[in-house]
Each structure stands twice: as C-alpha cells, then as structure tokens.
C-alpha cells in the first residue's frame, strides 16, 4: 500500500476514535444527569413524606399532648394550644418565661435540681410533675424532655412533651384516701374491739373480786358472831376458872386430910396435873380466838365492802390484811420454799383512797412475787435447799445472802405522796416481757393459771382509779420490784 493510503486510513482511524470517544462521554453525562434528576426527585419525596409525618406528628402532639419549646437557659420559645388551655396563660403571657410560672411548689426544688442534671448532658428526662394554673387550680402532667444537640453534643433547646394525668391523679389519691380511711377504720374497729374485750373481762374480774369481797365478808361476819360469843365468854371461863381453883387451894390448906372417898376421886382425876394444865388451856383458847378475831378483821379489812366511796385508811393495815390472807403461800410445802417478809413502814399519814381496791393491788403484785419466788427457787432446788443465794438488795442498799423473800417499804414522797415498794428475789424478767406486763391478757403463766388481768387491773386502778404510778423494775436472776405512788388526797 501506498504512503498516501495508508496515511489516510490512519487518518479515518483517529477520526472514528474521537467520535466513538465524544459520543461515549456524551452518554455518560446524560446518564449522570438522569440519575441525579432521579435522586433529586426520590429526595424531594422522601422530604415531603418526612414533613408529612413531621406535620401529621406534630398536629397529633399538638391535639393529645402539651408541647412546649425552651432554649438552652429554659426559656419558653413556643407552646401549643393545649399548654395555654390547661395552665389557663395565653402565649404571649408565656413566651419568654420559663417553668417556674407553673410551679405549684408541691416538689422539693431537689426533684428539679436532678432533671437539670440529667438534661444538660443530653440524657431524656420522664417523671409526673404537679402544675399550677393560672387561676389556682392544679393539674398533673406526665412529663418527658428531649434535649436537642448541636455538632459538639451540647443542648441548644429543650423539647418538653406532657401529658394530663389529673384525672389519674385525682383517683389514686381519692383510692388512697379510702385505702387510708378503711385502715384508720379498721384500727378504730380493733382497738374498739380490743377495749371492749378488755372491759368484758374487767368487769367479769371485777364481778369476781365483789363475790369474793361478798364471800369473804359473809364468812368473816358469820364467824365474827360466834367467835365473839366464845371471846366474851373465854374472859368469864378463865375468872370462874380462877376463882375454882383458889378455892381449892383453901380446901386443900385447911382440910389437909379428906374422906378416903374424896382422896380417891382426887387421885382418879389427877387433881393436880388438872390444875396445873387446866390455865394452859384457856390460855391456848385465849391465843386461839385472838387469832381467828384477826383473821376475821383482816378477811373484813381486806373486802372493805363498807368503802366502796374514796375513804382515808391506814395502808399499811390493808397490806398487813392481804399478807394474812397469802400467809398459806408464805409457808413452805413440799418443794416450794418459805418466803420471809421483810417490812421496812415508814411513817405514813391516812390515805384517801378506794381501799377495797387497793388491796386487790397489793394482793395482785404480791401473788405474782409468790409465783416468781418460787418458780425460781424450785428450779434452783439444788442450789437453795437449806441454803441461801446472794443478791443485789436495792431496799438497803447493800449486797447480803437472803433465802426467798420479799420486801416490803413504804415512806413520804415529798408531803402530798406516798410510796410503797415491793421487791423480790424471784426469777425476774426480761426488758421484752417487762415492758408488756401492764397489757391486758399478756401472762408468762400456763394456760389456765393466768388471765393476763391482774397487773392490767392494777395498773388502771392506780394510774386512772388514784391518779398515781405503777411502774416496775426488773432483770433476768435479778429479781422484780413494783413501785406504787399515789397522793395523799385525791380530791386536790
């Protein structure tokens, strides 16, 4: 091929190649274009559908929530309508302004001082918040706050979205209200319940302790009769008795000699052991019917049944009474010990008091006394038995070996009040036990030996009966001691 020819070819090469290439970037670019319309178009879309939602969003907040805007500082920069119609403040009364308008002051600035905190480092904020209207009113909100970020992750606006729970609110505490009203109901109904129990067994025990003063004082009175017929008697006995006898001594002086019959008669009689022996018995009569006197003045002390009115009375006579009365108790029997008496009376004026029922006072500590000594005691029957134990005596103030025994002590509080202190070196009781030892009920005995009654008993006899104080102290091994105080005089 010639130099022209294949100069030319080559020329209709490059010429091809230049077309094939300005048409290829044509296409290129056309396709591009395309593209790009097409993403524009899919991007407008995807906005338009995002502002929709956007709107549809915000028409449904605006319609169900309460929606406000603040800025950094939390001033107010938008509400909604429905934030004006519940805190009754118009828009532009509320722009500019931030929450503290509403604050009811019902939350500890504590709870906000916390939502702050966590708000500021962009963290979601929720909780039920109590709000104040305009005109007063109060309404409950369900709060949640959305921090909006800028690039570094600090807030530059706060989105507060909330709720109206009032209506909630208002029924809890309406619900809680009754919940509170039926528990302070039914604490009324038991203690109602409690205090009428307690008032049933009162007077049954009450009923109990008037038979028992009725029983007492008919027996006293039933042996008061004869035993003073036989008294006044015994007194005529032993002058005739006397007078017999002295006038034997003078038939003996002066006729030295008798028939036989009547020597035989004296020395079938014993004459002599009759005359020595026979001022022995009515001295044993006399001793006898003192006492049965004394019994019978201290069964009719101790049931004062003529002193149902406050009366001014020895009390260390009604104590001396109900000690008579458990003297049977004092005594040892079989493995239960003797208890001894220690009584330390003070000089005490009379005393206006209900008697009858202080002795059922005393006889209710002094029972119990009995009770713990010899629980005690004959638990310990290894230790005590012809023996005695060691204990603190508080009464005198000193540290001695006592056998079982309980102590007695009465004196002057001031000039308006009297004290008597009963002690014992009995078993004691714990700090539990001893701070429910004036319930009613409340008993350490089996069932069946102790109703629980007694200290109860004693208890409103001297604090409400008496206007004094009934208190006890006591330990475990230590012993127990009741303290009584009452004034002089109750009518001051």
Request: charged fraction near 25%; glycine fraction near 4%; charge should be positive.
């Amino acid at each position: 091929m010639e130099p022209k020819q294949v100069a030319e070819q080559n020329v209709l090469k490059s010429t091809d190649f230049l077309n094939t290439t300005m048409l290829s970037k044509e296409e290129d670019a056309i396709q591009a274009y395309a593209v790009a319309v097409a993403e524009r178009k899919y991007s407008d879309e995807l906005i338009r559908q995002t502002l929709k939602e956007l709107s549809d969003i915000k028409f449904a907040l605006d319609r169900a929530a309460i929606v406000a805007i603040t800025d950094a500082k939390g001033k107010i920069t938008y509400v909604n309508d429905t934030f004006c119609k519940i805190s009754k403040y118009s828009p532009e009364e509320l722009i500019g302004q931030d929450h503290r308008i509403v604050n009811s002051s019902y939350h500890p600035k504590e709870v906000f001082r916390r939502m702050w905190s966590i708000i500021r480092v962009g963290k979601v904020w929720k909780g039920e918040i109590k709000n104040k209207a305009k005109d007063g009113t109060y309404y409950w909100v369900d709060t949640t706050i959305v921090p909006f970020l800028n690039e570094a992750g600090k807030p530059v606006r706060y989105l507060s979205i909330r709720f109206d729970i009032t209506e909630r609110k208002q029924v809890e505490e309406a619900l809680k209200r009754s919940q509170d009203e039926l528990r302070e109901n039914a604490k009324h109904l038991e203690q109602a319940m409690n205090r009428l129990k307690q008032t049933q067994s009162q007077l049954v025990q009450a009923e109990k302790m008037s038979s028992l003063g009725q029983l007492v004082a008919g027996v006293a009175h039933e042996i008061n009769n004869p035993i003073n017929f036989i008294y006044g008697n015994l007194i005529h006995i032993n002058e005739y008795t006397k007078n017999l006898l002295h006038l034997l001594e003078l038939y003996r002086q002066y006729y030295p000699n008798p028939i036989s019959e009547i020597q035989a008669e004296i020395e079938s009689q014993d004459l002599n052991f009759v005359a020595e022996d026979l001022p022995k018995l009515l001295d044993s009569m006399n001793l006898g019917t003192n006492r049965i006197c004394q019994v019978v003045a201290s069964l009719r002390n101790f049931s004062r049944l003529d002193e149902a009115q406050r009366k001014e009375v020895n009390l260390h006579e009604g104590i001396d009474s109900t000690l008579l009365i458990l003297q049977n108790r004092l005594k040892a029997r079989g493995k239960h010990p003797g208890v001894q008496i220690v009584k330390k009376y003070g000089k005490l004026p009379l005393v206006e008091c209900y008697a009858g029922q202080l002795n059922q006072v005393f006889m209710n500590i002094l029972s119990n006394a009995i009770d713990a000594i010899s629980s005690h005691f004959t638990n310990n029957a290894l230790e005590t038995q012809n023996s005695k134990l060691r204990i603190n005596n508080e009464e005198d103030n000193q540290s001695l070996l006592v056998k079982p025994t309980i102590w007695i002590r009465t004196q002057m509080v001031g000039k308006e009040r009297v004290k008597i202190a009963i002690a014992d070196n009995g078993s004691g009781m714990t700090e539990e036990v001893r701070q429910k030892i004036f319930d009613p009920f409340f008993t350490t005995k089996p069932v069946g030996v102790g109703t629980g009654l007694g200290l109860s008993i004693s208890y409103q006899i001297v604090v409400e009966k008496h206007r004094g104080k009934l208190t006890c102290i006591s330990a475990p091994t230590q012993g127990t001691k009741f303290i009584i105080e009452i004034p002089i005089q109750q009518s001051k």
